[in-house]
């Protein structure tokens, strides 16, 4: 990925999740823009979102996004000069979920760490 589109990518990241911030419908839990991939010819934009709550939490924020999605391009248009202004998808990103899923998992199975608040066992050298 170039530069450039790593620019592209953030900007839009950013504008996008600023949008979603000032949505007014219900069905929009907590949600959080982890990513924007913008394709090469500015067509099409993907943005990542992770949701805060359950699996029906998570349709109802992705569906009411869908819904919103000419309000947030109509911003996105609107704060950034380019081209053309792309086409937004919104897909659920699972990483975060996956990540607090393997601390869990590693939680589990590691073996109680002792603290290492600078006092040893039989360091009593008074």
Known sequence: ??????????????????????????????????????????????????????????RASLAALESARGVVQGHLASELRMKRTPQLTFEYDASVERGVHMTKLIDELAPEMPSDDGQHAGADDD
């Open 1 to 58: 990925m170039t530069d450039r589109m790593r620019r592209v990518n953030e900007s839009v990241r950013a504008v996008v999740a600023d949008a979603i911030g000032t949505l007014k419908d219900p069905r929009i839990g907590i949600v959080t823009v982890t990513g924007v991939s913008v394709s090469p010819d500015l067509h099409d934009a993907r943005v990542y979102v992770s949701v805060f709550g359950g699996e029906k939490k998570r």
